[in-house]
């Protein structure tokens, strides 16, 4: 961590040479989709260049490109897959898309392997040994899809007869936007408050900071193109975090213009290609981004346009010295001096140096550096220095960068997504019955908005999922025990930290269904396993995504010849249940399903596959349906759609929400009183004040400080003395989040993640 500046910088040097040697030689052979699979490992080995190497012209009259999306990351790209004889033989990106811009991404490939891996779940499988456990095979045998539905719709009426449907719970991991027809209408029509989604473990501590400074919860994109100064902390965007193929294609213009800093404990793909490397201390970004602030305002570098200023042009900003806040006057921001005075006066560059590892003048340097490029000057906030204990404030500090130098929502800066016009599904409402609305008003079973927990996302205490503790709730029974319960797309007994405890939970549920292409963690402890289409090739469905200054909406469909029986998870599967259950007597759940009707046709699903295609057409028609036009792509019909495979946005209306942002102001709020009113309401709930919720949440926040981004200790685990290292993990560049380590592809080029070997796993230390 605290090596000398030269031997780091040689480090860098070496896998910079690396990269650059084998990367041309390589560009020469192939294409730039699979381009970085041999970029550091220097050879080609068979498989992939056999790939590479069947050019468009070989084979054009062979099959057919077929539009798709890739769901391997939350990139969500629209992708085009070459079909021959109902069989699909690789994967490019979709030149239709403004988001993907038609650029690959190597971990695209890799879904061949998945959709046709021998070890996929190929029938419904029963488990025959009722004890469950780390060391119980549940010895599956396999079952007809009708005993595997009746199976379920069993339960499911069981739980209805004995008024319980509280204990009924669907968890969700990955998914598409079709999402809402298993995870929310099913769950309340039935009769349950839970359904848990994967969030908590995946970004959620990374919308925080957005939302409680410029009132956006969600993803941001960032234009690279336009920006002077790239500041990342803990995103890896040319392997891993969101919109890879975009950001792969356009950064060799943002290198030539802009200087790139990393703050990342590790050397990854992007810190090696980067002007400067902060190999920070793990959890220490809070201390560097409030040094940063300070510096910038000490040295005069905020964006006057955006901050404004002294009314009399003087600069107050005084290390160790508080500034009279009428002296100041705001124009779109909110609370710049009272972040000064609780936070920022005594955060030196020299007092970050101590809690980072990092050099004064290198901290120096990279804020002065990123203040001079204002307003181009993107802080883009990565997972890693933010998903953890108290990683909320470290998320505001870093986004609230964009603040002061005025690059939110601006050229060059850090923008949130588009509009996009499409529709919700139907109502449950008038299928729920008094079972069901008696089920429904139960507390969730993650716990959210106890004392200790008040998951306030958009503001609302309460509001946001809790994934990990519902291991708790379910092994506790508490707040009530969970009978039968239904996981898709998701391992929690995998992706969740400390799994062991999922392993315990999930063999306390007595009736378990997985629905899943591959059997994983999750499903050894599963009563049911039902084997589900793969997304990018069998699936109808649709996400968003934004790059570039647009938004896409992609659609996933099904452009294979199935090779075995597979239903899709978000669709077909809950008609089917529904059926089912409308054969014992409770129909609300498929006379709700029959409401997502054909929007050309007007006429009602009459089967599962009926239902997917109607629910998406409906879900997407303000897209497609020339007469209920509202902006971006234009289409004749579904038809024109269906082909494209993709409707884009109108471009980014830059600085639209300057003044118009939702937060409780309307401005960006360095004091964010959007912040106070959740935290208030509360503590309001809980009969108690702020401080005693930080204290109980373990926060080490006081009064007025709690309302501004601050730096807070890194929290802990384990003795320092008995492992003197911090584990920090990342995403390969191969990774399909939890979903490709059964693809030889991922370990025959796992050599292209910096100082990765092929077919091993490495433990790579910070020197
Ligand atoms: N150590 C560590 N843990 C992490 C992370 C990390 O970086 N490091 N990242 C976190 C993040 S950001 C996230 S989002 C979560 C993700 O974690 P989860 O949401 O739990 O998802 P995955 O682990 O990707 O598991 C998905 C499962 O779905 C099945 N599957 C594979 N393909 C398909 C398909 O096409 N359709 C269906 N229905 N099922 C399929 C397989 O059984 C697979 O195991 O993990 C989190 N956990
Ligand atoms: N290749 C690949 N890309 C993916 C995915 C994938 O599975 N594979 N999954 C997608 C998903 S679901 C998500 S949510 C996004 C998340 O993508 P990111 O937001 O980029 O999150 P991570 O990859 O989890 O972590 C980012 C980086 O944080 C670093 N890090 C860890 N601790 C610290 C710290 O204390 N400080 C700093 N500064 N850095 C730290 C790690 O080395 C890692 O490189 O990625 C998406 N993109
Ligand atoms: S793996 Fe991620 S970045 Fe690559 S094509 Fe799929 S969604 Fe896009
Ligand atoms: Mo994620």
Redesign the pocket.
Known sequence: MHGEKGEKQSIVKNVLDDIKVTRRSFLIKTGAAAGTAAAIGGTLRPTLKALAEVGESSNKDLGEWKAATCQ????WCSKQVYVVDGRAVKVRGNPNSKVCVGAGCI?SQLGLQQVYDPDRIKTPMKRTNPKKGRNEDPNFVPISWDEALNTIADKIMELRKNNETHKYMLMRG?YSYMRDILYDRMTKIIGSPNNISHSAI??EA?KFGPYYTEGYWGYRQYDVENAYYILL?????L????Q?PFYSKAWGNAIDKATIAI????L?ATAAKADEW?P??????GALAVAISHILLTEGLWYREFVGDFTDGVNRFVPGQTVDEETFEEKYTHGIVKYWNLELKDKTAEWASGRTGLPVEQIKRVAIGYGKAAPHAISW?????C??VRGSYTSMAVHALNGIVGAADNVGGTLVSNKEYTKKFPKPKDFMDDIAKKGKKHKKIDQRGRKEFPCIKKGKPGSGVLTNNAAEGILNADPNEIKVAIGYMNNFAFSCPQPERWERALSKIPFLVHITTNASEFSWFADIVLPDTHHMFEKWGYVKSIANGYRHVTLLQPVIKPVWDYKTDETEIPWLIAEKLAERGFDNLIRHYREYKDPETGKAPTNEKEFALYALKYATQNLWDPAKYKGGDRFNGWEEFRKVGVWNSDPYPFKKRWGKMKTKTGKFEFFSETLKAALEKHAGKHDTTVDDILETCLYQARGEKAFVPHYEE?FIVGDEKEFPF?H?????????????ANCTWYYDFKDVDPGDVIWDDVAKINP
């Open positions: 391997g990351c939350t990139s971990r990955r995946c970004a990374e902390w803990g995103a890896d965007p392997a891993a975090n969101r890879v703050v990342e404990p590790r990854s902060l920070i201390k793990p959890g220490e970004d906030l990565g997972g890693g220095p998903m953890q890194p911090i920090v993990d990342h995403k390969s560049r191969l990774n399909r989040e939890g979903r490709s």
